[in-house]
């Protein structure tokens, strides 16, 4: 359905290439959960078309495709936060049936609403606590510890990679810049490079587990003071009667050996 016979006429928000010879294309999204026009579900949704090519995953771009794609979540991220009506921005994407991807073609999104889900308005009033107790950003702190332990997955003069501690689920990574950005806007083009050579190589080893993934990072617009991480997620984790009935996650996969298997092929 995203190939470019059938999107090529449809209005683009975004376009890397030219109108039939494009690598990245950005639409709207046909059936948005929220709408510019819905005071109920105040927001806007849009679908980013990874590239033309039906047969490739985002994994299977090079490194500087990869990078063009994170440049894109940039410029539609400066757009929608024109809006002042906007509180939030989440860009994700779903890789595998159980990831819940419903096309084959390899696309993510950008979802923007009014509502700010009350678990990051209270994630980022911790995170105002903690610096106002130490004079520091708590992931800059994670990045300081992360950067000599085991769970160090990747580093850079740019970006850092590493399976956070007592990860909700198996094999799950952040990719982190090591500057203290806001969000995704700030993110220079060598900070772009590595993220990509990174991100391409994470998501091959969760290729070789056969494994659907998800991977999102957000924004709080009215928070300026953030640090942009992206959660790379494999869904290989089975929650059952412990994790669904008591919120207590049971992951017998120890982030360190997860660190391990990514470190592996680098």
């Known amino acids: 359905i995203f190939c470019p016979q059938n999107i090529n006429n449809v209005s683009s928000l975004y376009l890397k290439g030219e109108k039939s010879n ?13 709408s510019l026009d819905n005071k109920k579900a105040y927001g806007q949704q849009e679908v980013v078309i990874e590239t033309p090519d039906h047969t490739k995953e985002l994994e299977d771009l090079s ?18 936060s024109h809006n002042k009506n906007i509180e939030y921005i989440l860009i994700f994407k779903n890789d595998g049936g159980v990831a819940g991807a419903s096309l084959q073609h390899a696309h993510s999104q950008i979802f923007a609403t009014k509502f700010l889900p009350p678990h990051l308005l209270d994630k980022s009033q911790r995170q105002q606590e903690y610096k106002l107790k ?19 997955v990747y580093k850079d003069k740019e970006v850092i990679a590493f399976t956070p501690y007592a990860s909700m689920f198996n094999y799950e990574v952040w990719i982190m810049p ?8 700030e993110l220079n083009k060598e900070e772009k490079k590595s993220w990509a050579k990174i991100l391409k190589h994470i998501l091959n080893k969760i290729g070789q587990l056969d494994l659907p993934y998800n991977y999102y990072f957000h924004q709080v617009i009215n928070d300026e003071d953030q640090h942009l991480y992206m959660k790379i997620i494999p869904r290989g984790s089975i929650w059952a009667g412990v994790e669904i009935g008591s919120g207590l996650i049971i992951n017998p996969i120890m982030p360190r050996s997860a660190a391990e298997f990514y470190r592996q092929d680098l």
């Open 178 to 185: 090591l500057r203290h950005l806001d969000n995704i806007t």
């Open 22 to 34: 494009w690598d990245i294309k950005v639409i709207a999204n046909k059936f948005p959960a929220v």
């Open 134 to 152: 130490t004079g520091r950003c708590v992931y800059c702190d994670v990045i300081h510890k992360e950067a000599k332990g085991l769970r160090l």
């Open 63 to 80: 490194v500087n495709n990869i990078a063009e794609l994170l440049e894109a979540y940039s410029q539609r991220t400066k757009v929608i």
